[in-house]
């Protein structure tokens, strides 16, 4: 059974670059499409993006000058950065996987972790 | 982008009892080639990350109880729980992914009457 965990800074500053790791076990990265998901607290869900088996990467257009999102194949691991980042930036942050490029449900989900953009 | 819009926001429902919640987008999650509908809905629990309930608009993931199910087609869908139980307190959302960027609804708040 696929595990997933998010991790990383919990408080990073403004104007600085958020940096996100996604440890995945119980399954390889490089089988299936693999997305960035944000939530401010007490509100709704933002897709940021995704890397896919091959390695191609989409992106939210609304984020899409400041996120890279990376992999590790030989630690199963994902990356996700975000530079310039503001208070507008705080939120939980989790990744899930999709099964593919027709199958694009969430399933499963990491607990997710919370980042504050605060001085 | 698309735009997904949940009714209502928030709803009470009694236990044992009917809880309908409707996500209508902004364009068609109806793909013409397989006539399938991208669109799944998410349960939150407070403290929890989103679980996915149902995918294909209809297709129940496994082991979700079967008091939900999903209907719709094109642009307009519902999720159902035929008898409310007291662990369905959550909020529930709409997603699709017809195309990228992939969008959420707002969100439905779902309460015990």
């Known amino acids: 059974q696929v595990q997933v965990q998010e991790s990383g800074p919990g408080l990073v500053k403004p104007s600085e670059t958020l940096s996100l790791t996604c440890s995945v076990s119980g399954g390889s990265i490089s089988s299936y499409y693999w997305n960035w998901i944000r939530q401010p607290p007490g509100k709704g869900l933002e897709w940021i993006g995704y890397?896919?088996?091959?390695?191609?990467?989409d992106y939210n257009p609304s984020l899409k000058s400041r996120v890279t999102i990376s992999r590790d194949t030989s630690k199963n691991q994902l990356s996700l950065t975000l530079s310039s980042v503001t208070a507008a930036d705080t939120a939980v942050y989790s990744c899930a996987r999709a099964l593919g490029f027709g199958e694009r449900w969430f399933d499963p989900w990491g607990q997710g972790t919370l980042v504050t953009v605060s001085s | 982008d698309f735009v997904m819009t949940q009714s209502p926001d928030s709803l009470a429902v009694s236990l044992g009892e009917r809880a309908t919640i409707n996500c209508k987008s902004s364009?068609?999650?109806?793909?013409?080639?397989?006539?399938?509908?991208?669109l799944a809905w998410y349960q939150q629990k407070p403290g929890q990350p989103p679980k996915l309930l149902v995918y294909w608009a209809s297709t129940r993931q496994s082991g979700v109880p079967d008091r939900f199910s999903g209907s719709g087609s094109g642009a307009d869908f519902t999720l159902t729980i035929s008898s409310l139980q007291a662990e369905d307190v959550a909020v529930y959302y709409c997603k699709q992914y017809y195309r990228t960027p992939y969008t959420f609804g707002q969100g439905t708040k779902l309460e015990i009457k």
């Open positions: 890397i896919n088996n091959d390695g191609t990467t």
């Open positions: 364009q068609s999650l109806l793909y013409s080639s397989n006539n399938k509908n991208y």
